[in-house]
């Protein structure tokens, strides 16, 4: 009976209260209760209805509720129509509304959780509405809050490529997202109920310790976790997860439900990979960087101080690299050293030592070779000849197959050898590599202390050299250059240096310390000059005034910005004629800018001023620039000339520069002439000019003026 209507009514009435009771009552009760008449405008509101509603009761006193005055929202913010409003509701449908959450509009809007149910007259109609209604502001306000990090949450889960996962530790089921089974590249449908999936597809490796670490878990008061581990992926690759969620636990604190996400660890292991590649890995050929040369050396020389076995530093340096790189491509160029780096791989033993220092610097470090010193030099020979042999195997890299040697320098190490530290043992090799390349390249040299005494005097002689150009300590030689019929057509001009102490000094020994230090600018302007002002008193003597002057041009001269004014001014201040000044320019000029240096060259060619191309086949000549710039005549290299009759390669590589320049219509000069044999050989195969010992020695300048023009005289 209890919960019936009857005995409800009965209890509304507490025995022996009066009406008075409940006003008091309603008065103390903690809601809003607003009693509104039959025509829908309040009629009584408690206490805490007015303390709730404030000045709008007296609104809703004064209009009708669905009049609009008291603008309502609805639960989700929107406006509430004025027929939707509770009171109208009970009023027109005749049944109560319960639980409808209604904002009050204000500053900030407060929100009531409304029942309203209607009241009849003893003839059943409605003739009055109740309202009753508590304050839920902060209730929605959590409400809202959660609902927005729920969103957030879906969001976030939507962007995000981890895979959600949930394990009821219980019944053993678990559940797997969409995303967990893209991971491993299954449709989502694929083994959906399966329990094990997830271990199934662990990698084997990884099962005892994620076990483990379950268990233990488990067992633990621990809430969250996070582990990594191997799962297989459909093709067959395992893919690296991290792992990471949190431990339902039961009451025993024992856990009930584990839940969390995968997250994809590929990208990240890859990028920690690349990361140690690139701290210690040259990228270009996947070679070990200084940096881990360094590591390795250090290691690597501290163990031969103790087992007192000797080793070797091999210092390599391809010759001509930058010529290489900038006429055929920087693609071309890296092909090649990656090209290198293979070569060297496939000649040393595996446990030797490689890396790629830069640009076109290798190393490789043999260790191991043994307690005898003499043993262990012959061994780094080998080694030495056999990556010479290697490297210098031709290249399909442009159009046709190029060769690049390199140079080697080797440092030994061990027992007292050579070096106590990394640095100073790289120096070595280095400087070993330097005399390589002096003495024709292509070859290996050994470092020794004298070596170090040279590098040495090097560096004075760079000092002196600046002190000399001030005190006009150089001299001008001449060598005749002939024709076949034995006349004398001109001469270059060489340069020699009258050291204080030392003596004359060759050019080859200053002339790369002038061109590094910049001195080669003003040096090669007197040259210049000194030339130009030798054109011009010959023009004055029959059998001087035709003969022309070749002067040595370096690629920093003709760089500089002032070059093409600078020899015009010389050759107007002198009054030489410019058709019989040569300027004689090796293959390195094209690696410089080529535009810049083919309109310089065209700017004084226009002026009568002529063009040779020096060292002529021992560069990377391409036909493209030959054709490009406006020369006048090729000098044919004297290490081809050298090897000449007897050797077949010097005599075919003749007749190909022979052959080319009669294409291009260039003249050739062969230089280096020294013996009969080569001279008649050459003007056999058609060279007009000659030049070498044979012909004249470079001589004073004055000397040669004074024995070719005394004929005159
Ligand atoms: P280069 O231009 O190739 O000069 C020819 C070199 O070969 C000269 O050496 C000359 O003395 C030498 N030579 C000539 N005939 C023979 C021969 O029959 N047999 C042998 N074994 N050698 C011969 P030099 O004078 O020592 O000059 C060396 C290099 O120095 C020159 O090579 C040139 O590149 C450079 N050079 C000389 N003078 C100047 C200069 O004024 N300016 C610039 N920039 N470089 C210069
Ligand atoms: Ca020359
Ligand atoms: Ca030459």
Redesign the pocket.
């Known amino acids: 009976m209890m919960g019936s209507e009857r005995s409800d009514e009965q209890a509304s009435a507490p025995p022996g209260w009066r009406s008075r009771d409940f006003k008091v009552l309603l008065d103390h009760i903690p809601a809003g209760v607003v009693i509104h008449g039959a025509d829908s405008r309040a009629v009584y509101a408690n206490r805490c209805a007015q303390r709730l509603l404030g000045p709008i009761i007296d609104l809703m006193r004064t209009y009708p509720a669905d009049s609009g005055v008291v603008p309502l929202l609805r639960a989700d913010g929107s406006a509430l129509p004025a027929d939707a409003n509770p009171v109208s509701c009970v009023l027109r449908t005749g049944r109560t509304v319960h639980d409808t959450v209604v904002g009050l509009p204000g500053d900030s809007v407060r929100w009531l959780i409304c029942n309203a149910y209607p009241l009849h007259d003893a003839e059943g109609r409605i003739h009055e509405v109740a309202v009753c209604f508590t304050e839920c502001t902060d209730l929605k306000r959590t409400e809202e809050t959660l609902l927005r990090s729920e969103e957030r949450l879906r969001l976030a889960m939507q962007g995000s490529t981890d895979a959600p996962w949930d394990w009821s530790v219980d019944t053993g089921l678990v559940h797997y997202s969409e995303r967990w089974w893209d991971m491993l590249g299954f449709p989502h449908s694929h083994g959906e109920r399966d329990p094990v999936a997830w271990r199934t597809q662990m990698h084997p490796e990884d099962m005892p310790r994620v076990d483990a670490f379950v268990a233990s878990l488990v067992a633990s008061g621990e809430s969250t976790y996070s582990v990594e581990f191997r799962l297989r992926h459909r093709d067959g690759h395992y893919v690296p997860v991290l792992s990471r969620g949190f431990v339902q636990r039961d009451r025993n604190g024992k856990g009930v439900r584990i839940a969390g996400t995968n997250t994809d660890l590929t990208a990240a292991k890859e990028a920690e990979r690349r990361i140690h590649e690139l701290a210690y890995f040259d990228y270009l050929t996947g070679l070990p960087n200084r940096r881990l040369l360094i590591d390795e050396l250090s290691r690597i020389l501290s163990r031969s101080d103790r087992n007192g076995e000797y080793g070797a530093l091999m210092f390599i340096d391809l010759d001509n690299f930058k010529l290489l790189n900038d006429t055929l491509g920087h693609d071309a160029g890296d092909a090649l050293l990656r090209e290198v780096a293979k070569r060297l791989r496939g000649t040393v033993r595996a446990s030797d030592h490689l890396a790629r220092l830069g640009g076109d610097e290798f190393v490789v470090v043999l260790d191991d070779l043994g307690t005898s010193e003499r043993d262990a030099i012959h061994e780094a020979r080998l080694v030495g000849a056999k990556l010479l042999e290697a490297l210098a195997q031709p290249h399909a890299l442009g159009a046709r197959p190029s060769i690049s040697t390199p140079s080697i320098g080797v440092a030994m190490f061990g027992a007292g050898a050579g070096a106590d530290s990394v640095d100073q043992l790289l120096r070595q090799a280095d400087l070993a590599m330097y005399r390589a390349k002096a003495e024709g390249r292509n070859t290996l040299r050994f470092f020794d202390p004298d070596m170090q005494a040279a590098a040495e005097r090097q560096a004075e002689l760079e000092g002196d050299l600046h002190d000399a150009i001030g005190q006009h300590r150089f001299e001008?030689?001449c060598?005749p250059q002939v024709g076949v019929d034995g006349r004398l057509a001109g001469a270059?001009?060489?340069?020699?240096w009258r050291h204080a102490t030392r003596g004359l000094v060759?050019?080859?020994e200053f002339?790369g310390l002038?061109?590094t230090s910049g001195l080669?600018v003003p040096?090669?302007a007197m040259?210049l000059a000194e030339s130009c002002r030798a054109l011009a008193r010959w023009a004055g003597t029959p059998l001087l005034r035709e003969l022309t002057l070749a002067?040595?041009?370096?690629a920093q001269?003709l760089r500089d910005p002032g070059f093409v004014d600078a020899v015009l001014a010389t050759l107007a201040a002198t009054g030489a004629p410019p058709q019989q000044l040569f300027l004689?320019l090796?293959e390195s000029v094209f690696a410089e800018d080529l535009d810049a240096a083919c309109a310089k060259m065209h700017a004084l060619r226009l002026h009568g001023v002529c063009f040779s191309l020096?060292?002529f086949g021992t560069g990377y000549s391409s036909l493209a620039y030959l054709k490009r710039f406006p020369l006048t005549e090729l000098?044919i290299?004297?290490s081809f000339v050298?090897d000449l009759p007897g050797e077949a390669h010097a005599g075919a590589i003749v007749d190909a520069i022979l052959a080319l320049a009669r294409t291009l219509q260039l003249d050739v000069v062969a230089?280096?002439?020294?013996t009969g044999e080569q001279r008649d050989f050459l003007v056999a195969r058609g060279c007009r000019l000659l030049?070498?010992?044979?012909l004249g020695?470079?001589r004073p300048m004055a000397e040669f003026e004074a024995s070719f023009g005394a004929a005159d005289a």
Not at 691 to 694: A, D, K, N, P, T
Request: net charge negative.
């Open positions: 001008l030689y060598q270059e001009v060489l340069l020699r060759p050019p080859d002339i002038a061109e080669i040096l090669g040259v002067v040595n041009v370096s001269q004689e090796t020096d060292d000098k290299d004297r050298k230089e280096g002439i020294e030049q070498g010992y044979l020695k470079p």
